[in-house]
């Protein structure tokens, strides 16, 4: 079935650059000070003044709450003191939802911040293969979804994403794991493809003897591209790699489905094929080969776990790991996170 | 699960409480219109407390009735819930079996005493591959489908035998025939198509993921629409059978509270230095 993919991959092919759809995308969120899931003393007034004065927007709740009225608790002392209360308690639950969370908050910043004191590689991949010695087993293939941070922030902008891509792929190496994707919604990394493998030597240089970097290759699914090592040396060196590292982007997800669908309905058209031939195989065969495989392992690095448009076909088991309240790449989700693929036990069904 | 709280009128007094406390949250405007559950943990809690495996089931059946109780009263629209994996059909005869009875008559239950079906207003889809399934539970299934098909209030999907791979691929293939038969045009498959065919097709985008037991992972479990960007998941440590509404009532106050707040307060778009600059300057001339 090679005709499918081509035919997907001249889809994908060249004019990526004028994909208006690439473009229009808007950023990823940014998890560094406006951290959502932060409370402030501020939003709990704001949430009081506003569940208690400002009218429901919607028809919907209008229409909810008339119903209610005739049948109501409080129907005697009429619709409008009712919702009233019910405003008012819903801000009175916030506020205390707020302050469990605020305390909830602090305490989790409080672990992060000892975990992280607690497990530092300090770039040396022998105290890393120390802490991955003690596992039982590890991920063939580990995934993780990173974001671009505000460009003011520390660490945040496109030298930032590629900065915490790099450091997941030096950890990888040293602790022995041979395939690694990275995700991210908009495709910096992909993007940004050359600055990426240098990062990444430079990184690699830092933690191993510079003369003799571990080799590393880079492969981009969606233009079906595979670069070696860093830029400028590629051509010297054998291909056997140490790591194969795949760049995804939300277009590697459902854009990629939807185009294997429209290859084989165009090839179903032309009676190429048939629809008896479309089975689970097929398009499991297809979508490895035009995004990879299923990771055994997803490391999430932000606050709460969001998926944001990860290649749906390719989390059916998958693990996924984060730190709650988390919004910095540090090796310290990265080991834990294998300690709990270690620990996890795996039963399809039963 | 509260019928050991013997002080006189509790129960009524816990029943207002969890009454006004739907009602406020539906105020918010914020509440989830389409949750998944995977309820998992049923038969690890028969072990610990050392009963068969199916009460460990009908206590778990309990336990989500008790759930979408307050998630209907809160106004959530569609709960999808992951019943029998087509996976499941590993497990050993006796238990597949005894699985099966318990569903077909839970969906009985949940039909004829119609307090759920009745009070919501329940309409109850089966989803997911129906040809694995014996004929006596088929028939007990298309029943409850044509009972309740004229309720409109909410919508119980039923995952039974399923699996997201599945439920994709019969999607794609519906599409594509669709193709075939002219009704669609394949360059105008896109992703509004693809969602239209799956088995939740009509109901809203799924919101929220609920899974019990602390297993971190989605088991093939409507898997395109939890990739989706925005979906918020959650993954408790209590085993099934323990939870309750009250952490029911935590995850829904949770997620009206967050998206009360990113709706209140927009992420500001980076500006990108270029554009900004170019406007300041069309604006001095």
Request: glycine fraction near 6%; proline fraction near 4%; charged fraction near 25%.
């Amino acid at each position: 079935m090679t005709k499918i993919h081509s035919a997907v991959m001249k889809d994908h092919d060249g004019n990526w650059r004028k994909d208006q759809r690439d473009r229009q995308r808007v950023p990823a969120i940014t998890n560094g000070r406006t951290n959502p899931a932060k409370p402030s003393i501020n939003k709990v007034k704001n949430s009081i003044e506003s569940m208690a004065l400002s009218p429901p927007d919607s028809d919907v709740v209008k229409k909810k709450l008339e119903q209610n009225q005739m049948k109501g608790i409080w129907s005697q002392s009429g619709g409008n003191i009712e919702y009233l209360f019910c405003k008012v308690l819903l801000g009175v639950l916030f506020a205390l939802y707020a302050g469990i969370r605020y305390v909830q908050y602090e305490f989790n910043r409080i672990k992060i911040l000892v975990l992280n004191l607690a497990y530092n590689p300090s770039n040396s991949p022998q105290l890393i293969r120390q802490d991955v010695m003690k596992l039982e087993k590890l991920p063939r293939r580990l995934a993780a979804i990173l974001e671009k941070k505000r460009e003011g922030d520390v660490g945040g902008g496109v030298s930032g994403i590629l900065n915490d891509g790099s450091e997941l792929v030096a950890w990888s190496v040293s602790a022995g794991i041979k395939h690694l994707s990275l995700y991210d919604y908009d495709g910096h990394l992909k993007r940004n493809v050359d600055d990426f493998r240098d990062n990444v030597f430079h990184k690699l240089s830092k933690f191993y003897d510079p003369k003799n970097v571990p080799k590393f290759a880079v492969r981009i699914p969606q233009w079906n591209k595979v670069y070696f090592n860093s830029p400028g040396s590629e051509a010297s060196e054998s291909k056997k790699v140490l790591i194969e590292i795949s760049l995804l982007s939300n277009r590697d997800g459902r854009e990629t489905i939807i185009d294997l669908t429209k290859a084989m309905a165009e090839l179903c058209a032309k009676n190429e094929m048939k629809l008896s031939d479309i089975t689970m195989k097929l398009i499991d065969t297809e979508l490895i080969q035009l995004v990879g495989h299923e990771p055994d392992l997803l490391l999430y690095f932000g606050p709460s776990l969001d998926l944001q448009g990860f290649p749906p076909w390719h989390i059916r088991l998958t693990e996924l790991y984060w730190e709650q309240d988390n919004d910095q790449v540090t090796y310290s989700v990265f080991i834990r996170g294998l300690k709990k693929f270690a620990d996890c036990k795996m039963n399809v069904g039963k | 699960m509260t019928d050991n709280n013997t002080f006189p009128g509790s129960s009524q007094a816990l029943n207002f409480c969890k009454n006004v406390f739907s009602r406020a949250l539906r105020s918010s405007n914020n509440v989830p219109r389409h949750i998944g559950l995977i309820m998992d943990g049923n038969r690890r809690w028969a072990k610990r407390k050392h009963v068969e495996i199916k009460e460990g089931h009908s206590a778990g059946f309990h336990s989500m009735s008790r759930a979408l109780e307050l998630c209907y009263e809160a106004g959530v629209n569609t709960a999808t819930v992951f019943a029998f994996s087509i996976e499941n059909f590993r497990r050993s005869a006796i238990e597949v079996d005894s699985l099966m009875n318990l569903a077909s008559s839970g969906i009985r239950q949940v039909v004829q005493n119609g307090e759920m079906a009745e009070k919501f207003g329940v309409r109850i889809n089966i989803i997911g591959d129906r040809s694995l399934l014996p004929e006596d539970v088929l028939r007990e299934v298309e029943a409850a489908e044509k009972i309740t098909k004229d309720n409109t209030r909410a919508v119980l999907n039923l995952c039974f035998p399923y699996t997201g791979r599945d439920e994709l691929l019969q999607s794609i293939i519906r599409t594509i025939d669709k193709t075939q038969n002219k009704e669609l045009n394949f360059t105008n498959i896109d992703e509004a198509v693809i969602d239209e065919n799956l088995y939740t097709g009509g109901s809203p985008p799924v919101d929220l993921l609920i899974r019990t037991s602390g297993v971190t992972r989605l088991s093939d479990f409507l898997l395109w629409q939890l990739s989706r960007k925005g979906v918020v998941i959650e993954f408790l440590d209590c085993l099934w059978p323990d939870f309750g509404s009250r952490q029911m009532a935590w995850i829904l106050l949770k997620f009206a509270y967050k998206k009360f707040y990113s709706a209140s307060e927009p992420e500001l778009d980076e500006e990108i230095e270029g554009q900004g600059d170019s406007y300041s300057k069309s604006k001095q001339f």
